[in-house]
């Protein structure tokens, strides 16, 4: 939640308007995210007429020494959506100091789920002690939120 609201704070600074799906921090388990909930993030976006939808997230994985972002499109995805993840992805690679797993496809729901180009930015592994750590520092936190803004940004700019 700290890089998304630092995310939102940058492109607001920035000028652009930024709907959120949630601004407090609550733990939310795997079971307690049901599809209803998935689908209202969504239609935020949709609701709101947006013209990119971004969900961050910090992943895990059962490998320990997983490392580093990446960020997702859906599977077949139109020309937007993979040139905003690709501006997203450039950008994290090149400031925000994590190794990069590329730009990868999956159909989330809320990527599916979504009218407008979409991605999943994930900023990298809790499941790896040291990875963790470093999301943890709130200059890494910054870092990682201003890459992801940047992308976002020059995005934006590119005309359609």
Not at 70 to 99: F, K
Request: glycine share 6%.
């Amino acid at each position: 939640l700290p890089v998304s609201l630092e995310v939102a704070r940058l492109l607001r600074a920035a000028g652009h308007t930024v709907l959120m799906t949630r601004t407090a921090d609550t733990s939310v388990t795997r079971s307690q995210v049901r599809a209803v909930e998935l689908d209202e993030r969504a239609s935020v976006a949709n609701r709101g007429n947006a013209d990119l939808f971004v969900s961050i997230h910090a992943d895990a994985a059962a490998n320990r020494d997983a490392r580093g972002f990446s960020v997702y499109v859906c599977r077949g995805a139109g020309a937007d959506s993979q040139a905003a993840a690709g501006a997203v992805a450039r950008a994290m690679a090149s400031g925000s100091g994590l190794e990069s797993r590329g730009v990868k496809q999956a159909n989330y729901r809320v990527l599916v789920s979504t009218q407008c180009p979409a991605m999943l930015v994930e900023i990298g592994f809790l499941s790896n002690r040291a990875e963790a750590a470093l999301l943890a520092q709130d200059a890494t936190q910054k870092r990682i939120a201003a890459a992801i803004a940047a992308g976002i940004t020059a995005w934006l700019a590119t005309p359609r």
